[in-house]
Protein backbone atom coordinates (compact mmCIF):
# COMPACT_ATOMS: atom_id res chain seq x y z
CA UNK A 1 0.00 0.00 0.00
CA UNK A 2 1.54 3.66 -0.78
CA UNK A 3 2.58 6.02 1.78
CA UNK A 4 -0.40 7.90 1.21
CA UNK A 5 -3.12 4.91 1.98
CA UNK A 6 -1.01 4.26 4.80
CA UNK A 7 -1.12 8.01 6.32
CA UNK A 8 -4.80 7.35 5.83
CA UNK A 9 -5.17 4.68 7.98
CA UNK A 10 -2.65 5.56 10.65
CA UNK A 11 -4.74 8.59 10.98
CA UNK A 12 -8.05 6.62 11.15
CA UNK A 13 -8.03 6.50 14.82
CA UNK A 14 -7.92 10.16 14.94
CA UNK A 15 -11.05 10.65 12.39
CA UNK A 16 -12.82 7.99 14.71
CA UNK A 17 -12.32 10.19 17.87
CA UNK A 18 -14.22 12.89 16.24
CA UNK A 19 -16.98 10.73 15.09
CA UNK A 20 -17.68 9.54 18.54
CA UNK A 21 -17.35 13.24 20.48
CA UNK A 22 -20.66 13.91 18.84
CA UNK A 23 -24.12 14.20 20.88
CA UNK A 24 -26.31 12.43 21.39
CA UNK A 25 -28.86 13.64 19.38
CA UNK A 26 -26.06 13.23 16.68
CA UNK A 27 -25.28 9.50 17.66
CA UNK A 28 -29.07 9.17 17.33
CA UNK A 29 -29.27 10.75 13.99
CA UNK A 30 -26.50 7.50 12.63
CA UNK A 31 -29.29 4.97 13.45
CA UNK A 32 -30.33 6.13 9.59
CA UNK A 33 -26.96 4.19 8.64
CA UNK A 34 -28.76 1.38 6.44
CA UNK A 35 -30.85 4.07 4.72
CA UNK A 36 -27.91 6.77 4.94
CA UNK A 37 -29.28 10.16 5.84
CA UNK A 38 -32.51 12.41 5.14
CA UNK A 39 -31.90 15.07 3.38
CA UNK A 40 -31.55 17.64 6.45
CA UNK A 41 -29.94 15.23 8.69
CA UNK A 42 -25.94 15.77 8.93
CA UNK A 43 -24.32 13.22 6.27
CA UNK A 44 -20.85 13.25 8.24
CA UNK A 45 -21.39 11.77 11.20
CA UNK A 46 -20.73 8.38 9.98
CA UNK A 47 -22.59 4.90 9.09
CA UNK A 48 -22.01 1.24 10.08
CA UNK A 49 -21.44 -0.86 7.40
CA UNK A 50 -24.08 -3.39 7.29
CA UNK A 51 -26.82 -5.33 9.75
CA UNK A 52 -24.16 -6.65 11.84
CA UNK A 53 -22.05 -3.53 12.48
CA UNK A 54 -25.49 -1.95 13.89
CA UNK A 55 -25.59 -3.70 17.20
CA UNK A 56 -24.87 -0.37 19.28
CA UNK A 57 -25.11 2.66 17.18
CA UNK A 58 -26.84 4.34 19.75
CA UNK A 59 -24.00 4.22 21.85
CA UNK A 60 -21.78 5.24 19.30
CA UNK A 61 -20.18 1.93 18.80
CA UNK A 62 -20.36 -0.69 16.91
CA UNK A 63 -19.08 -4.62 17.28
CA UNK A 64 -16.84 -4.67 14.45
CA UNK A 65 -13.08 -4.17 14.75
CA UNK A 66 -13.87 -1.20 12.20
CA UNK A 67 -11.37 1.00 13.34
CA UNK A 68 -8.35 -1.00 12.85
CA UNK A 69 -9.53 -2.36 9.35
CA UNK A 70 -7.33 -0.48 7.26
CA UNK A 71 -9.32 -0.58 4.03
CA UNK A 72 -12.04 1.44 5.50
CA UNK A 73 -11.64 5.11 4.64
CA UNK A 74 -12.60 8.00 6.82
CA UNK A 75 -11.69 11.60 7.64
CA UNK A 76 -7.65 11.42 8.01
CA UNK A 77 -8.27 13.51 11.41
CA UNK A 78 -10.89 15.65 13.40
CA UNK A 79 -9.53 18.70 11.71
CA UNK A 80 -9.14 17.21 8.21
CA UNK A 81 -10.06 20.40 6.06
CA UNK A 82 -11.62 18.27 3.52
CA UNK A 83 -14.58 17.56 6.45
CA UNK A 84 -17.27 20.35 5.68
CA UNK A 85 -17.72 21.07 9.33
CA UNK A 86 -14.22 22.35 9.13
CA UNK A 87 -14.12 24.54 6.16
CA UNK A 88 -13.62 28.24 6.24
CA UNK A 89 -16.34 30.63 7.88
CA UNK A 90 -16.10 32.08 4.07
CA UNK A 91 -16.65 29.20 2.22
CA UNK A 92 -19.60 28.13 4.49
CA UNK A 93 -20.99 31.64 4.24
CA UNK A 94 -21.00 31.62 0.28
CA UNK A 95 -22.40 27.63 -0.03
CA UNK A 96 -24.98 28.68 2.35
CA UNK A 97 -25.64 32.26 0.56
CA UNK A 98 -25.82 30.88 -2.68
CA UNK A 99 -28.52 28.16 -1.47
CA UNK A 100 -30.69 30.68 0.65
CA UNK A 101 -30.84 33.09 -2.46
CA UNK A 102 -31.61 30.39 -4.39
CA UNK A 103 -34.55 29.25 -2.13
CA UNK A 104 -36.03 33.07 -1.93
CA UNK A 105 -36.03 33.27 -5.94
CA UNK A 106 -37.92 29.63 -6.22
CA UNK A 107 -40.97 30.08 -3.89
CA UNK A 108 -40.82 34.31 -5.73
CA UNK A 109 -41.61 32.24 -9.11
CA UNK A 110 -44.57 30.62 -7.66
CA UNK A 111 -46.47 33.90 -7.51
CA UNK A 112 -44.64 36.60 -9.66
CA UNK A 113 -46.87 36.88 -12.18
CA UNK A 114 -50.11 36.84 -10.38
CA UNK A 115 -50.81 40.28 -11.26
CA UNK A 116 -50.13 39.48 -14.71
CA UNK A 117 -52.95 36.89 -15.33
CA UNK A 118 -55.65 39.26 -16.70
CA UNK A 119 -53.28 40.44 -19.46
CA UNK A 120 -52.18 36.48 -19.92
CA UNK A 121 -56.36 35.62 -20.56
CA UNK A 122 -56.51 38.87 -22.65
CA UNK A 123 -53.53 37.50 -25.31
CA UNK A 124 -54.70 34.31 -25.53
CA UNK A 125 -58.25 35.01 -25.54
CA UNK A 126 -59.23 32.59 -22.67
CA UNK A 127 -62.02 33.50 -19.97
CA UNK A 128 -61.49 30.48 -18.22
CA UNK A 129 -61.29 31.16 -14.42
CA UNK A 130 -59.89 27.80 -13.41
CA UNK A 131 -57.51 28.73 -16.25
CA UNK A 132 -56.65 31.86 -14.45
CA UNK A 133 -55.80 29.99 -11.64
CA UNK A 134 -54.11 26.89 -12.56
CA UNK A 135 -51.47 28.76 -14.36
CA UNK A 136 -50.15 30.51 -11.14
CA UNK A 137 -50.55 27.16 -9.09
CA UNK A 138 -49.56 24.74 -11.67
CA UNK A 139 -45.61 25.65 -10.65
CA UNK A 140 -46.80 24.31 -7.40
CA UNK A 141 -47.39 20.92 -8.99
CA UNK A 142 -44.11 20.64 -9.73
CA UNK A 143 -42.92 21.42 -5.81
CA UNK A 144 -45.04 18.51 -5.14
CA UNK A 145 -43.23 16.22 -7.72
CA UNK A 146 -39.67 17.41 -7.23
CA UNK A 147 -38.62 16.21 -3.88
CA UNK A 148 -39.80 12.64 -4.42
CA UNK A 149 -36.71 12.43 -7.01
CA UNK A 150 -34.24 15.06 -5.70
CA UNK A 151 -33.58 14.54 -2.52
CA UNK A 152 -32.50 10.61 -3.01
CA UNK A 153 -31.03 12.25 -6.08
CA UNK A 154 -28.80 14.66 -4.57
CA UNK A 155 -27.92 11.50 -2.00
CA UNK A 156 -26.35 9.33 -4.34
CA UNK A 157 -24.58 11.95 -6.62
CA UNK A 158 -24.31 14.63 -4.55
CA UNK A 159 -25.94 17.79 -3.42
CA UNK A 160 -23.93 19.73 -6.05
CA UNK A 161 -24.23 18.13 -9.28
CA UNK A 162 -28.28 18.46 -8.21
CA UNK A 163 -28.16 22.05 -7.87
CA UNK A 164 -26.39 23.26 -10.98
CA UNK A 165 -28.25 20.79 -13.03
CA UNK A 166 -31.76 21.98 -11.53
CA UNK A 167 -30.58 25.66 -11.72
CA UNK A 168 -30.16 25.58 -15.24
CA UNK A 169 -33.31 23.35 -16.19
CA UNK A 170 -35.36 26.48 -14.01
CA UNK A 171 -33.41 29.48 -15.61
CA UNK A 172 -34.17 27.20 -19.17
CA UNK A 173 -37.88 26.84 -18.33
CA UNK A 174 -38.56 30.86 -17.53
CA UNK A 175 -37.13 31.60 -20.74
CA UNK A 176 -39.43 29.26 -22.03
CA UNK A 177 -42.67 30.81 -20.56
CA UNK A 178 -41.42 34.22 -21.37
CA UNK A 179 -41.72 32.94 -25.16
CA UNK A 180 -44.59 30.68 -24.76
CA UNK A 181 -46.79 30.56 -27.91
CA UNK A 182 -50.05 29.62 -26.60
CA UNK A 183 -51.61 29.21 -22.89
CA UNK A 184 -51.22 25.58 -22.72
CA UNK A 185 -47.90 25.69 -23.21
CA UNK A 186 -47.45 28.23 -20.49
CA UNK A 187 -48.91 26.02 -18.11
CA UNK A 188 -46.52 23.10 -19.13
CA UNK A 189 -43.55 24.90 -18.57
CA UNK A 190 -44.46 26.87 -15.12
CA UNK A 191 -45.17 22.91 -14.12
CA UNK A 192 -41.03 22.16 -15.58
CA UNK A 193 -39.77 25.27 -13.61
CA UNK A 194 -41.46 24.36 -10.36
CA UNK A 195 -40.08 21.19 -11.08
CA UNK A 196 -36.38 21.98 -10.82
CA UNK A 197 -37.07 25.07 -8.86
CA UNK A 198 -38.08 22.93 -5.53
CA UNK A 199 -34.03 22.03 -4.97
CA UNK A 200 -33.20 24.38 -2.63
CA UNK A 201 -36.16 24.29 -0.83
CA UNK A 202 -36.08 20.51 -0.46
CA UNK A 203 -32.42 19.87 -0.40
CA UNK A 204 -31.12 23.04 1.32
CA UNK A 205 -31.44 22.37 5.24
CA UNK A 206 -29.47 19.34 4.01
CA UNK A 207 -26.53 21.53 3.23
CA UNK A 208 -26.90 23.80 5.71
CA UNK A 209 -26.74 20.98 8.05
CA UNK A 210 -23.96 18.95 6.29
CA UNK A 211 -21.71 22.43 6.94
CA UNK A 212 -22.75 23.80 10.07
CA UNK A 213 -22.44 22.31 13.62
CA UNK A 214 -26.19 21.64 15.43
CA UNK A 215 -25.47 24.18 18.44
CA UNK A 216 -24.92 27.07 15.87
CA UNK A 217 -27.45 25.51 13.08
CA UNK A 218 -30.99 27.10 14.23
CA UNK A 219 -29.80 30.61 13.39
CA UNK A 220 -28.53 29.77 9.88
CA UNK A 221 -31.66 27.62 9.43
CA UNK A 222 -33.69 30.32 10.07
CA UNK A 223 -32.12 33.05 7.83
CA UNK A 224 -32.81 29.97 5.17
CA UNK A 225 -36.54 30.13 6.10
CA UNK A 226 -37.10 33.76 4.99
CA UNK A 227 -37.06 33.02 1.43
CA UNK A 228 -39.87 30.43 1.33
CA UNK A 229 -41.74 32.54 3.41
CA UNK A 230 -40.97 35.86 1.74
CA UNK A 231 -41.15 34.92 -1.94
CA UNK A 232 -44.47 34.27 -2.41
CA UNK A 233 -45.33 37.69 -0.74
CA UNK A 234 -42.46 39.96 -2.64
CA UNK A 235 -43.60 38.36 -5.84
CA UNK A 236 -46.93 39.77 -6.69
CA UNK A 237 -45.88 43.27 -5.31
CA UNK A 238 -42.63 43.32 -7.67
CA UNK A 239 -44.91 41.30 -10.26
CA UNK A 240 -47.79 44.10 -10.45
CA UNK A 241 -45.39 46.99 -11.28
CA UNK A 242 -43.06 44.61 -13.90
CA UNK A 243 -46.35 43.66 -15.48
CA UNK A 244 -48.03 47.21 -15.62
CA UNK A 245 -44.34 48.84 -17.54
CA UNK A 246 -43.52 45.59 -19.34
CA UNK A 247 -46.03 43.16 -19.58
CA UNK A 248 -46.39 39.76 -17.93
CA UNK A 249 -43.81 37.97 -19.85
CA UNK A 250 -40.87 40.27 -18.38
CA UNK A 251 -41.90 38.69 -15.36
CA UNK A 252 -40.08 35.39 -16.72
CA UNK A 253 -37.26 37.35 -18.27
CA UNK A 254 -36.65 38.73 -14.53
CA UNK A 255 -36.39 35.59 -13.12
CA UNK A 256 -34.46 34.22 -15.65
CA UNK A 257 -31.88 36.70 -15.43
CA UNK A 258 -31.77 37.10 -11.89
CA UNK A 259 -31.30 32.60 -11.83
CA UNK A 260 -29.23 32.92 -14.51
CA UNK A 261 -27.03 35.23 -12.47
CA UNK A 262 -26.89 32.74 -9.22
CA UNK A 263 -26.41 30.09 -11.59
CA UNK A 264 -22.88 31.36 -12.57
CA UNK A 265 -21.99 32.71 -9.19
CA UNK A 266 -22.53 28.86 -7.55
CA UNK A 267 -20.84 27.25 -10.41
CA UNK A 268 -17.59 29.18 -9.02
CA UNK A 269 -18.44 28.93 -5.28
CA UNK A 270 -20.37 25.95 -4.41
CA UNK A 271 -18.66 23.25 -3.18
CA UNK A 272 -19.87 19.24 -2.31
CA UNK A 273 -20.63 19.05 1.31
CA UNK A 274 -22.09 15.49 1.48
CA UNK A 275 -20.47 13.85 3.30
CA UNK A 276 -20.55 10.09 1.78
CA UNK A 277 -19.82 11.51 -1.94
CA UNK A 278 -16.84 13.19 -0.62
CA UNK A 279 -15.46 10.12 1.15
CA UNK A 280 -16.49 8.27 -2.09
CA UNK A 281 -14.27 10.40 -4.25
CA UNK A 282 -11.49 10.19 -1.98
CA UNK A 283 -11.71 6.13 -1.36
CA UNK A 284 -11.82 5.94 -6.04
CA UNK A 285 -8.76 8.45 -5.90
CA UNK A 286 -6.90 5.77 -3.12
CA UNK A 287 -7.66 2.97 -5.22
CA UNK A 288 -6.33 4.29 -8.06
CA UNK A 289 -2.98 5.38 -6.26
CA UNK A 290 -2.48 2.22 -4.21
CA UNK A 291 -4.56 -0.33 -6.64
CA UNK A 292 -6.34 -1.66 -3.36
CA UNK A 293 -9.61 -2.83 -4.56
CA UNK A 294 -10.55 -3.10 -1.65
CA UNK A 295 -10.58 0.22 0.04
CA UNK A 296 -14.12 1.48 1.08
CA UNK A 297 -15.93 4.51 2.70
CA UNK A 298 -16.92 3.78 5.76
CA UNK A 299 -20.15 5.60 4.84
CA UNK A 300 -20.69 2.89 2.30
CA UNK A 301 -23.79 0.69 2.70
CA UNK A 302 -23.41 -1.28 -0.11
CA UNK A 303 -26.69 -0.09 -1.73
CA UNK A 304 -26.45 -0.21 -5.64
CA UNK A 305 -27.96 3.54 -6.69
CA UNK A 306 -30.96 2.54 -8.01
CA UNK A 307 -31.66 0.34 -4.37
CA UNK A 308 -31.28 3.54 -2.23
CA UNK A 309 -33.50 5.75 -4.48
CA UNK A 310 -36.13 3.39 -3.91
CA UNK A 311 -35.93 3.46 -0.35
CA UNK A 312 -35.33 6.73 -0.16
CA UNK A 313 -38.26 7.80 -2.68
CA UNK A 314 -41.08 5.26 -0.58
CA UNK A 315 -40.05 6.34 3.31
CA UNK A 316 -41.90 9.88 2.98
CA UNK A 317 -45.08 7.96 1.31
CA UNK A 318 -44.77 5.00 4.40
CA UNK A 319 -44.84 7.85 6.95
CA UNK A 320 -47.82 9.13 5.53
CA UNK A 321 -49.64 5.48 5.52
CA UNK A 322 -48.67 4.39 8.89
CA UNK A 323 -47.98 7.34 10.98
CA UNK A 324 -50.98 9.14 12.30
CA UNK A 325 -48.66 12.07 13.13
CA UNK A 326 -47.73 12.81 9.85
CA UNK A 327 -51.01 11.77 8.14
CA UNK A 328 -52.57 14.04 10.07
CA UNK A 329 -50.60 17.27 10.03
CA UNK A 330 -49.77 16.97 6.24
CA UNK A 331 -53.90 16.88 5.59
CA UNK A 332 -53.92 20.22 8.29
CA UNK A 333 -51.07 21.87 6.55
CA UNK A 334 -52.25 21.29 3.12
CA UNK A 335 -55.54 22.82 4.47
CA UNK A 336 -53.94 26.10 5.67
CA UNK A 337 -51.30 25.94 2.31
CA UNK A 338 -54.58 25.64 0.14
CA UNK A 339 -56.17 28.70 1.37
CA UNK A 340 -53.17 30.74 1.52
CA UNK A 341 -52.98 30.00 -2.43
CA UNK A 342 -56.83 30.71 -3.03
CA UNK A 343 -55.59 33.90 -2.14
CA UNK A 344 -53.08 34.50 -3.96
CA UNK A 345 -55.23 33.48 -7.08
CA UNK A 346 -58.11 35.24 -6.51
CA UNK A 347 -56.51 38.89 -5.05
CA UNK A 348 -55.72 39.83 -8.18
CA UNK A 349 -59.73 39.73 -9.59
CA UNK A 350 -60.76 40.83 -6.07
CA UNK A 351 -58.92 44.25 -6.18
CA UNK A 352 -59.61 44.98 -9.44
CA UNK A 353 -63.33 44.00 -9.62
CA UNK A 354 -64.04 45.28 -6.22
CA UNK A 355 -61.73 48.25 -5.89
CA UNK A 356 -60.85 48.97 -9.42
CA UNK A 357 -56.82 48.66 -8.60
CA UNK A 358 -54.58 49.02 -11.67
CA UNK A 359 -52.77 45.94 -12.59
CA UNK A 360 -49.44 48.01 -11.00
CA UNK A 361 -51.41 48.78 -7.83
CA UNK A 362 -52.59 45.64 -6.93
CA UNK A 363 -49.85 43.80 -6.30
CA UNK A 364 -49.90 45.91 -3.13
CA UNK A 365 -52.91 44.34 -1.93
CA UNK A 366 -50.64 41.61 -0.79
CA UNK A 367 -48.34 43.63 1.28
CA UNK A 368 -51.26 42.19 4.34
CA UNK A 369 -50.15 38.89 3.87
CA UNK A 370 -46.49 40.26 3.79
CA UNK A 371 -47.04 41.85 7.03
CA UNK A 372 -48.98 39.25 8.92
CA UNK A 373 -46.39 36.27 7.64
CA UNK A 374 -43.63 38.57 9.58
CA UNK A 375 -45.65 39.28 12.29
CA UNK A 376 -46.15 35.48 12.73
CA UNK A 377 -42.37 34.64 12.32
CA UNK A 378 -41.38 37.44 14.72
CA UNK A 379 -44.18 35.67 17.41
CA UNK A 380 -43.20 31.91 17.01
CA UNK A 381 -39.18 32.99 16.86
CA UNK A 382 -39.45 34.80 19.45
CA UNK A 383 -41.58 32.50 21.58
CA UNK A 384 -41.16 28.84 20.93
CA UNK A 385 -37.14 28.68 22.07
CA UNK A 386 -38.10 29.97 25.56
CA UNK A 387 -40.90 28.02 25.95
CA UNK A 388 -39.53 24.58 24.93
CA UNK A 389 -36.41 25.38 27.28
CA UNK A 390 -38.50 26.22 30.20
CA UNK A 391 -40.99 23.16 29.51
CA UNK A 392 -38.22 21.08 29.75
CA UNK A 393 -36.37 22.43 32.60
CA UNK A 394 -39.99 21.88 34.49
CA UNK A 395 -40.22 18.58 33.63
CA UNK A 396 -37.09 17.49 34.44
CA UNK A 397 -37.56 18.71 37.97
CA UNK A 398 -40.69 16.94 38.44
CA UNK A 399 -38.97 13.78 37.34
CA UNK A 400 -36.58 14.56 39.59
CA UNK A 401 -38.38 14.89 42.47
CA UNK A 402 -40.39 11.85 42.00
CA UNK A 403 -36.80 9.49 40.82
CA UNK A 404 -38.70 9.29 37.76
CA UNK A 405 -36.45 9.21 34.25
CA UNK A 406 -35.91 12.49 32.21
CA UNK A 407 -36.61 12.84 29.40
CA UNK A 408 -35.99 16.71 28.40
CA UNK A 409 -37.52 18.40 25.55
CA UNK A 410 -40.50 16.79 23.92
CA UNK A 411 -41.57 17.65 20.44
CA UNK A 412 -44.95 18.59 21.65
CA UNK A 413 -43.65 22.05 23.20
CA UNK A 414 -43.38 23.41 20.13
CA UNK A 415 -46.89 22.97 19.28
CA UNK A 416 -48.75 25.70 21.77
CA UNK A 417 -49.04 28.11 19.44
CA UNK A 418 -50.79 25.89 16.82
CA UNK A 419 -54.39 26.17 17.43
CA UNK A 420 -53.73 30.25 18.28
CA UNK A 421 -52.92 30.43 14.06
CA UNK A 422 -55.78 27.61 13.88
CA UNK A 423 -58.17 30.33 14.76
CA UNK A 424 -56.78 33.07 13.26
CA UNK A 425 -57.52 31.73 9.90
CA UNK A 426 -61.06 31.58 10.25
CA UNK A 427 -61.01 34.54 11.64
CA UNK A 428 -59.04 36.29 8.88
CA UNK A 429 -60.97 34.59 6.17
CA UNK A 430 -64.51 36.18 7.57
CA UNK A 431 -62.62 39.69 7.55
CA UNK A 432 -61.54 39.26 4.38
CA UNK A 433 -64.62 37.95 2.70
CA UNK A 434 -67.14 40.40 3.98
CA UNK A 435 -65.87 43.60 3.85
CA UNK A 436 -64.98 42.78 0.16
CA UNK A 437 -68.51 41.68 -0.40
CA UNK A 438 -69.77 45.26 0.74
CA UNK A 439 -67.08 47.38 -0.73
CA UNK A 440 -65.71 48.56 2.96
CA UNK A 441 -62.87 50.23 2.80
CA UNK A 442 -59.83 47.86 1.02
CA UNK A 443 -57.61 48.07 3.90
CA UNK A 444 -60.21 46.53 6.12
CA UNK A 445 -60.22 42.78 3.52
CA UNK A 446 -56.40 43.57 3.74
CA UNK A 447 -56.26 42.94 7.34
CA UNK A 448 -57.94 40.16 7.08
CA UNK A 449 -55.33 38.78 5.15
CA UNK A 450 -52.88 39.73 7.47
CA UNK A 451 -54.36 37.80 9.88
CA UNK A 452 -54.75 34.69 7.75
CA UNK A 453 -51.26 35.30 6.83
CA UNK A 454 -50.15 35.00 10.88
CA UNK A 455 -52.63 32.09 10.92
CA UNK A 456 -50.62 30.22 8.32
CA UNK A 457 -47.03 31.34 9.30
CA UNK A 458 -47.78 29.75 13.14
CA UNK A 459 -49.63 26.58 11.84
CA UNK A 460 -46.66 26.05 9.48
CA UNK A 461 -43.71 26.74 12.06
CA UNK A 462 -45.48 24.70 14.77
CA UNK A 463 -45.79 21.37 12.60
CA UNK A 464 -42.42 22.00 10.78
CA UNK A 465 -40.24 22.11 13.76
CA UNK A 466 -42.39 19.57 15.76
CA UNK A 467 -42.28 16.84 12.80
CA UNK A 468 -38.11 17.57 12.68
CA UNK A 469 -38.08 17.23 16.41
CA UNK A 470 -40.28 14.18 16.43
CA UNK A 471 -38.45 11.77 13.67
CA UNK A 472 -35.03 12.62 14.12
CA UNK A 473 -33.13 10.87 11.52
CA UNK A 474 -36.43 10.65 9.49
CA UNK A 475 -37.18 14.09 9.48
CA UNK A 476 -36.34 14.72 6.08
CA UNK A 477 -38.50 12.15 4.72
CA UNK A 478 -41.81 13.43 7.26
CA UNK A 479 -41.29 16.93 5.89
CA UNK A 480 -41.27 15.69 2.49
CA UNK A 481 -44.47 13.85 2.67
CA UNK A 482 -45.68 17.00 4.18
CA UNK A 483 -44.31 19.04 1.49
CA UNK A 484 -45.86 16.85 -1.59
CA UNK A 485 -49.44 16.97 0.39
CA UNK A 486 -49.56 20.62 0.52
CA UNK A 487 -47.85 21.42 -2.20
CA UNK A 488 -50.99 19.34 -4.11
CA UNK A 489 -53.39 21.41 -2.25
CA UNK A 490 -51.83 24.20 -3.12
CA UNK A 491 -51.99 23.71 -6.31
CA UNK A 492 -55.29 22.20 -6.59
CA UNK A 493 -57.76 23.97 -3.83
CA UNK A 494 -57.13 27.04 -5.66
CA UNK A 495 -58.97 26.14 -9.08
CA UNK A 496 -62.30 26.25 -7.09
CA UNK A 497 -61.53 29.59 -5.78
CA UNK A 498 -62.91 32.18 -8.34
CA UNK A 499 -65.90 29.70 -9.03
CA UNK A 500 -66.54 29.45 -5.47
CA UNK A 501 -66.90 33.91 -5.26
CA UNK A 502 -68.68 33.74 -8.71
CA UNK A 503 -71.84 31.21 -7.42
CA UNK A 504 -71.53 32.34 -3.19
CA UNK A 505 -70.01 35.78 -3.49
CA UNK A 506 -66.85 36.74 -1.32
CA UNK A 507 -68.70 37.07 2.17
CA UNK A 508 -70.21 33.26 2.08
CA UNK A 509 -67.32 32.25 -0.08
CA UNK A 510 -64.97 32.81 2.65
CA UNK A 511 -67.09 31.66 5.23
CA UNK A 512 -67.45 28.96 3.70
CA UNK A 513 -63.71 28.07 3.74
CA UNK A 514 -63.68 29.87 7.45
CA UNK A 515 -66.22 27.08 8.43
CA UNK A 516 -64.52 24.39 7.11
CA UNK A 517 -61.42 25.71 8.98
CA UNK A 518 -63.26 25.71 12.17
CA UNK A 519 -64.35 21.97 11.45
CA UNK A 520 -60.67 21.11 11.49
CA UNK A 521 -60.07 22.94 14.73
CA UNK A 522 -59.79 20.00 16.98
CA UNK A 523 -56.73 18.55 14.67
CA UNK A 524 -54.84 21.55 16.60
CA UNK A 525 -56.03 20.40 20.20
CA UNK A 526 -55.28 16.99 19.48
CA UNK A 527 -52.11 17.07 17.92
CA UNK A 528 -51.32 19.30 20.90
CA UNK A 529 -52.54 16.65 23.30
CA UNK A 530 -52.13 13.15 22.04
CA UNK A 531 -49.36 14.06 19.94
CA UNK A 532 -47.27 11.98 21.86
CA UNK A 533 -49.39 9.18 22.46
CA UNK A 534 -50.03 8.66 19.18
CA UNK A 535 -46.32 9.02 18.24
CA UNK A 536 -45.08 6.00 20.64
CA UNK A 537 -47.71 3.89 20.11
CA UNK A 538 -47.54 3.80 16.05
CA UNK A 539 -43.62 4.10 16.21
CA UNK A 540 -42.44 3.56 12.35
CA UNK A 541 -39.21 1.60 12.05
CA UNK A 542 -37.26 -0.06 9.62
CA UNK A 543 -37.55 2.20 7.15
Known amino acids: MSDTASTHTARHSDGKRSHDDHSPLERKMSQAARERHDADIPSGIGYVLNEEDSADVEKGTTTTDEENDPNIVWWDNEDDPENPYNWSTTRKVLNCGCVSFQTFISPLASSIFAPGVPLVLQEFNSTSPEIATFVVSVYLLGFAAGPIVLAPLSEIYGRVPVYHACSVGFVAFQIACALAPSLNSLIAFRFLAGLFGVAPVTNGGGTIADMIPQKHRGTVLAVYSVGPLLGPIVGPIAGGFLSDAKGWRWNFWVLAIVGGFITIVMLFVMRESFAPVILQRKTEKLRKETNNELLRSKLDIGLSPSDFFKRSAIRPAKLFIFSPVVSITALYTSLTYGYLYIQFTTM ?84 YGWPTQYKVHWIVPIIGTGLTGIGNILVFFSIQTYLVDAFTVYAASALASNTVIRSIAGGLLPLAGLRLYERLGYGWGNSLLAFIAILFLPVAYVILKYGETLREKYAIKNL
Do not use: C, H, W
Request: net charge neutral; aromatic share 10%; charged share 20%.
Open 348 to 431: TEVFQGQYGFSTNLVGLSFIGLGVGSLIGVFLYSTTSDKYTARKAAEADKIAEETGTEKKGMKPEYRLPLLPVGAVLLPIGLFI
